[in-house]
């Protein structure tokens, strides 16, 4: 989409993404933030925001957690080896044991990267070295990251459009459908089968549940490492440490990233067999034949202990299934009433809300007006609400505009869940009682959103 420009009001606009601040400006979202704690974050202007989008469930421990703001000053203040390449690094064994300990299965080593797009590319690279294959198979709708070989695993034109050709041997299966993915798999051309366990950017969709166990069976039958990308859904998110451990099936790698280091260091890992290590590092020569600068840095591996270190004293995993499940039952209750509401929907902590078209006529004129302009019109002037009006931020999945996320940090209190209930409620009837919520938009179209 282009849109009319606004002149440059900082250094990020002039050198960064002039485009981004016009977007945020635009839908009144620009807002400068000048502390973050929890779920609560706090404006300049004396605002109090409540967190339900977690940067995209980057923030399972909450904002700036004192426990892991301590420990990265306390690994500063000790002036120990950072980065220095030539070293074994002790932080990143401990780390990874203890990685390997939580996500069980088979898992014994562990690349460290530096975002889950890396852990992508790793997890293509291991698992054509480990099976000398090329292909690669990934769900259709799925989200793996925005670098070329992660992006080929992605079918979403919006992401490629302009960035092509893609990697070549990457092929798309249906998500949720085994027969698909085994008529595929018996070619014996594909080294992988990558996915998401639950489809997070597609729309929070949860494929049948005997699938996985499906897929691990189709996939050691044709010799094809199973890939779960486990960026969001991973570090106790759902529930248990990962959403694998619902299916109760032992996937040959998981990719980690976002809130490993409690948002605060960029960091994530890939987790893997023993067997595929030693097919990538077979050998002394090859010891460092995958590696980064920034993998296994110490602010890093520290943050990601002390991450640990509170996921498990605050009990968050049972904590995000227990008032992950109250929130979707009260949001349920609370939009039951309205036409628009398709479905409440998630598992642990990551819920979204989706709507669909309106069977009255009143509304269904303004709601097909309002996708004529954009796919993402309508989801996102629900967003621009419940920032502006409730103090409630949100966002919609990136391949679903029609679902809105719900993921705040697992460390959520029940008033605060409240205050999202009461709020969505409020917006929610908003949308369906007037046609100010309709009429918004379309000012906002005349301001110069040229779609
Ligand atoms: C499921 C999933 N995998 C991979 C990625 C890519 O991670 P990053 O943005 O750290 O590269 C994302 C990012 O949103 C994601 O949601």
Same mark, same amino acid.
């Given at each position: 989409m282009s849109t009319v420009s606004v002149p440059a009001t900082s250094s990020y606009s002039e050198y960064v993404n002039p485009r981004w601040e016009e977007l945020l400006n635009l839908l009144g979202m620009n807002v400068r933030y000048e502390r973050c704690l929890g779920v609560e974050l706090f404006t300049d202007d004396g605002r109090r925001i409540l967190d339900f989008l977690s940067g995209f469930c980057v923030h399972n421990?909450?904002?700036?957690?004192?426990?892991?703001?301590?420990?990265?000053?306390?690994?500063?203040?000790?002036? =120990?080896?950072a980065m220095l390449q030539t070293d074994v690094p002790e932080l990143a064994g401990e780390l990874a044991r203890r990685l390997c300990a939580l996500?069980?299965?088979?898992?014994?080593?562990? %690349?460290? #990267? #530096?975002? =889950?797009?890396?852990?992508?590319?790793?997890?293509?690279?291991?698992?054509? +070295? #480990?099976?000398?294959?090329?292909?690669?198979?990934?769900?259709?709708g799925g989200f793996h990251g925005l670098t070329c070989g992660a992006l080929s695993l992605m079918t979403?034109?919006?992401w490629r459009g302009g960035?092509?050709?893609?990697?070549? =041997?990457?092929?798309?299966?249906?998500?949720?459908?085994?027969? &698909?993915?085994?008529?595929?798999?018996?070619?014996?051309?594909?080294?992988?089968?990558?996915?998401?366990?639950?489809?997070?950017?597609?729309?929070?969709r949860i494929p049948p549940p005997d699938y996985f166990a499906g897929v691990e069976l189709a996939c050691k039958r044709s010799g094809t490492l199973f890939v779960l990308d486990? @960026?969001?859904?991973? *570090?106790?998110?759902?529930?248990?440490?990962?959403?694998?451990?619902? %299916? /109760?099936?032992?996937?040959? *790698? @998981?990719?980690?990233?976002?809130?490993?280091? /409690?948002?605060?260091?960029?960091?994530? &890992?890939l987790l893997m067999s023993e067997a595929? %290590?030693?097919?990538? %590092?077979?050998?002394v020569q090859r010891a460092i034949v995958h590696t980064?600068?920034?993998?296994?840095? /110490?602010?890093? *591996?520290?943050?990601?202990? &002390?991450?640990?270190? !509170?996921?498990?004293a605050e009990a968050l995993g049972p904590r995000a299934a227990r008032a992950g499940a109250e929130l979707r039952r009260q949001l349920s209750d609370a939009l039951a009433?309205?036409?628009?509401?398709?479905? !409440?929907? =998630?598992?642990? *902590?990551?819920?979204?809300?989706?709507?669909?078209?309106?069977?009255?006529?009143?509304?269904?004129?303004?709601?097909? +007006?309002?996708?004529?302009?954009?796919?993402?019109?309508?989801g996102q002037c629900l967003v621009m609400r419940l920032f502006r009006d409730q103090g409630i931020l949100t966002q919609i999945c990136g391949n679903n505009f029609l679902v809105l996320k719900v993921a705040p940090p697992l460390v959520l209190s029940d008033e605060q869940a409240a205050e999202f209930v009461a709020a969505a409620r409020e917006t929610v009837a908003f949308v369906h009682s007037s046609g100010g919520f309709w009429s918004e938009a379309l000012q906002l179209v005349r301001r110069g959103i040229n779609i």
């Open positions: 421990t909450g904002h700036n957690h004192p426990a892991i703001v301590r420990a990265i000053k306390e690994e500063l203040d000790r002036s =120990g080896p996500a069980g299965g088979g898992l014994s080593k562990v %690349y460290f #990267s #530096s975002s =889950g797009s890396e852990g992508a590319e790793t997890a293509i690279k291991f698992s054509r +070295a #480990s099976t000398g294959r090329a292909g690669v198979l990934y769900a259709e979403d034109p919006f960035f092509g050709p893609m990697l070549p =041997g990457t092929e798309a299966v249906p998500f949720g459908d085994l027969a &698909a993915l085994e008529e595929k798999l018996s070619t014996r051309r594909f080294a992988a089968f990558i996915t998401e366990p639950i489809q997070a950017e597609a729309g929070m486990e @960026v969001q859904t991973g *570090m106790f998110r759902t529930g248990p440490f990962l959403a694998a451990h619902h %299916y /109760g099936v032992r996937p040959d *790698m @998981v990719i980690l990233a976002k809130a490993l280091s /409690g948002g605060l260091i960029p960091s994530g &890992a595929i %290590y030693d097919a990538v %590092y077979s050998s980064s600068t920034f993998s296994e840095n /110490g602010l890093a *591996m520290r943050a990601g202990l &002390a991450t640990l270190d !509170v996921l498990e009433e309205f036409e628009m509401v398709r479905e !409440v929907r =998630g598992i642990g *902590m990551l819920s979204g809300i989706e709507f669909a078209a309106p069977r009255g006529l009143a509304l269904r004129v303004s709601f097909e +007006a309002f996708r004529k302009i954009h796919p993402a019109m309508f």
